[in-house]
């Protein structure tokens, strides 16, 4: 077994390589590929290494290879080989291609500690939904969330609140999928609140570009219906915002 | 430090104790009385301004690299000691001297390392005082009398570290314990130096003990803060870890210069104990960072996105690699150690499940949650979020990987620990089956969690952590609290052989300590750049020139470099205590 090393590293690094490319879907973008087989490689070398065995195995075919103990047709193979997929590999790195560049973008933005909404200047620390202090009358403004919801904001974030309205597929990126564990349910409804308030223009220019067509809904929308239209999609999606334990808010500001 | 071995009990050593500790106070009282004065003489020659530009480097960069290399240095002098105590503990309850030889081996590197920490605290102090006099104003209306307190504890430290050195030879034998307990002393007081130093930072993150206008209305309040706690602990860890780590790599380094195979063997059980150690205080320590994070978070949701989910969010990445890289090089090297133990070779299968557990959690962990796409792979995602990526992007599934990392690391040193030895006692079987189990149930509870996260709000998912964290812990307890009576009375297949390892293992080392100093470096910049535009968040903003975040680029840059800067320094510790010690 351990004269096959080489053949079983290699073997196994392409293996991987091809699962990751094509079991993959939609396809891995090219920066987690490379992320991936980075690891994948070092891990590869890491374990043959760690055996005197394995790595004298390992290194047996590179040594016949630069030492001539193989054919000529193999060494000339190689030797040829090797440069020519460096070249290739470097070739099509470089090449220029017509889309657009690379975009880091982050997720979640960094809320402003405070913003303006209808005049009125807001601390978003201390902001919480109003309309959760009244447990008997939930379901009232859920259900009124509802109708706001699909007044405004379905066509985008769509039936089942996953992202997928009918205007959804115009937009890059697409609308929130509120039903991903990675959205709403990440946040508190102060931030949600936030975003709904001040949408695509109210981000952060830190980390631009955000490309977000999300319209500035205080200008549409009072306070009250904006929070009952967050009531709903938390309770659409069958999700819950992000809390912490009660009384904490309040040594935080002191 | 570089005094001779064999000191007689009386007489002489009690002068050389006194005179050598009088040395340090001296040393710590010029250092100190020239930085009162070069503050004075600064204060009073510029012009008052609120801010003030040092040319060339500016402010915030020449603040940074001096800190850092101050942190850096301070966790050596905090770590060092903590991790000679520890062995010289060993060394007194397994009565083998070779564990007192490594302990007095490190704590001969301090006196110097205590110089270059102090040199670099008094050059920060200055830099403080004349770039930013307005701040420092503030901070010392808050905090003076936690300077004074800083000031005593300074002494406090280095008297005792003094001592702890000093008597080394003179308090051997019957008398060792007195001697543990100056070790203990020391440990304290570096322990106290810290948790103050501590205070100032935290304040600045998370500022408590202050009115509406800023004014100081609790200093206990302002001291202890709510990210005090979690760093104190969080720092107490690393310090321990960085401190095997570059005992670790200064073993390493002696291995390979090593001239002959008595040196090599020595060298290469000094490695693996700093490491050992190294590797034991690093597997709590992710467990203090999500604490800490944790604080973070709900202190300011603001400032936690941008941490963990906004601009900040790549160099977790960057950092997800390096320690994913550490579980690697620890596995690997315990891997490559197994090769000295005759009977090791009986372990070698656990190698391929091992290590696609650490290659898959490295995987998940180092899965970006904002993924970097073209605008053809945006269209094919829909946005810049991975449909089924994405779920290892989220701290639900990083969890479980570093929960199953650790616990593949730990089983690693158990194997190692089991490497020459037979188990006879008559319940052989059932101990190794019931210690399997308490491993499989661990790794059930962790990715049983791990899965069912994805379910539940935030809050129940943080507490889901903490099950996932105790399932883990728990099952290293059992393993352990089995695995002593079971090997006791073991039979030995062999010796070690000492010396007997690859030279390759020692990279290994190397790049323990050059990770632990350089994540150091990458987390002390995030924690203290998610203040962003502020010196004292939500409170004091920064209204200087360099108000602004660097590129990431320019950011790491300066990280490395100090590294760099670290280990030249820290080389140059070493070749001074090597050429004491061959005066000897």
New interface residues.
Partial sequence: MVRWTFALALGLWLAVFATLRLFIIPPAPVSVLTIYMTLVTVAILLFVMANEARWQGFLAPPRAVFAGRVSRPVQVTVLAGLPILVGFVAHLRLTPTWDAPFEPRVVHPQPPSSFTIQGRRIELAALTNPLRSDPAALDQRIAEGKTIYYRNCFFCHGDALAGDGPFAQVFRPLPANFRDVGTISMLQESFVFWRVATGGPGLPKGATPWHSAMPVWQQFLAEEEIWKAILFIYAGSGSTPRTWEEGTADVNRH | MGVDGGVPASGPWLVRTITGVWKGVFKVSVMLAMTYLAAQLLSAALPAADYRSLPLLGNRTAVWIVAELHLMFAAFVLGVPIFALITEIIGMATRERRYDDLAREFTRLLAMAYTLTAVLGCVLLVLFLALYPKFTTYMSSIFKPTWLLYLVLIFGEVIVAYLYWYTWDALQGARKRWHILIGLLVNLWGTALLFVADAWVTFMM?P??IDEANNPTSLW?AATN?TWMPINIHRLLANVAFGGAIAAAYAAFRFLAADSDEERARFDWMGYVGSFIAIGAFIPLPFAGYWLGREI??????MG??MM???F??LW?LQAMII??LF?AA??YL??GM?RIPGGERY?RF??PM?LV??LG??VW?????????????????????????LF??M?AKNTAVNLMILTTFLSFMLYRRGNRVPTVSWTLAGKAAQSLAILIAAGVVVGYGVYS??V???VRIGFSLYQVAAVLVAMAVFVAIDIPLLKGAREIGVIRWGAI?E?AQYALFFLAISFTWLMGLMGYIRSGIRQYWHIY?RVADESANAY?MTHGDATLIVSSIVVVFFLLVSAVFAMALRDGRKV
């Fill in positions: 998370s408590a003990g309040a709510l978070y709900q202190f300011s949701e603001q996105v941008s989910g906004g601009g969010s790549w990445i994913g890289s690697f596995n690997v891997w490559l090769g070698t190698q391929v290590m650490l290659t490295f995987l180092a899965t970006p949650r904002s993924i970097i796409a073209t605008g053809a792979e945006m269209a094919a995602m829909g946005g810049s979020h991975h449909p089924f990526l994405g992007g989220v639900a994805y379910f709000p935030s809050i690859p390759r939500g975040t």
